[in-house]
């Protein structure tokens, strides 16, 4: 009994010793969802997730991988030092007009579990994204692809 007894102990010793950490404990994300809002089809529009390191290591996100071919990602490939930030940019090509919903995994080093970001918005035609007044466009929280900004730019000075 006493020998049963040990090898359980040291099974749960080498359990606990050996056992990865949860995402959970490192690493924070502002959102873990971004709603793009109403974005026009065929203008790629892009969403920054900010991501804290809240472990006592340097942060290093291994992949961050969109779930379809209509997504594309890119995040901070160096390690992020302890309370500092790093970002994932996930940016969706709105080629089909209706809502979306595209999902990232994201995997942290040293961690043995995956984290599920989210975009999500409408792509409206041409036509109806022209007849949307400026508030009702893309959400403030999400970043615009650079094709995006120059729009918004070109529309302002058309006003002025």
Same mark, same amino acid.
């Given at each position: 009994?006493?020998?049963?007894? !040990?090898?359980?102990?040291?099974?749960?010793?080498?359990?606990?010793?050996?056992?990865?950490?949860?995402?959970?404990?490192?690493?924070? !994300?502002?959102?873990?969802?971004?709603?793009?809002?109403?974005?026009?089809?065929?203008?790629?529009?892009?969403? *920054?997730?900010? *991501?804290?390191? /809240?472990?006592?290591?340097?942060?290093? /996100?291994?992949?961050?991988?969109?779930?379809?071919?209509?997504?594309?990602?890119?995040?901070?490939?160096?390690?992020?030092?302890?309370?500092?930030?790093?970002?994932?940019?996930?940016?969706?090509?709105?080629?089909?007009?209706?809502? !979306?919903?595209?999902?990232?995994?994201?995997?942290?080093?040293?961690?043995?579990?995956?984290?599920?970001?989210?975009?999500?918005?409408?792509?409206?035609?041409?036509?109806?994204?022209?007849?949307?007044?400026?508030?009702?466009?893309?959400?403030?929280?999400?970043?615009?692809?650079?094709?995006?900004?120059?729009?918004?730019?070109?529309?302002?000075?058309?006003?002025?």
């Amino acid at each position: 009994m006493k020998q049963f007894l !040990f090898s359980v102990l040291a099974l749960t010793f080498s359990v606990v010793a050996f056992a990865q950490k949860k995402s959970a404990d490192v690493a924070k !994300f502002t959102s873990e969802t971004i709603d793009l809002g109403k974005i026009q089809q065929g203008n790629p529009t892009s969403a *920054v997730f900010s *991501v804290t390191n /809240i472990g006592s290591e340097p942060l290093i /996100i291994e992949t961050a991988s969109p779930t379809c071919g209509c997504t594309i990602s890119d995040y901070t490939k160096e390690p992020i030092a302890a309370g500092k930030q790093g970002t994932i940019k996930a940016t969706y090509n709105a080629a089909n007009i209706g809502h !979306f919903e595209k999902h990232l995994t994201v995997k942290f080093a040293g961690t043995d579990d995956v984290r599920s970001i989210t975009i999500k918005g409408d792509v409206l035609s041409k036509d109806d994204y022209a007849k949307l007044k400026p508030s009702e466009t893309q959400k403030e929280e999400a970043a615009p692809s650079k094709d995006a900004k120059s729009n918004k730019t070109k529309a302002k000075s058309a006003k002025s």
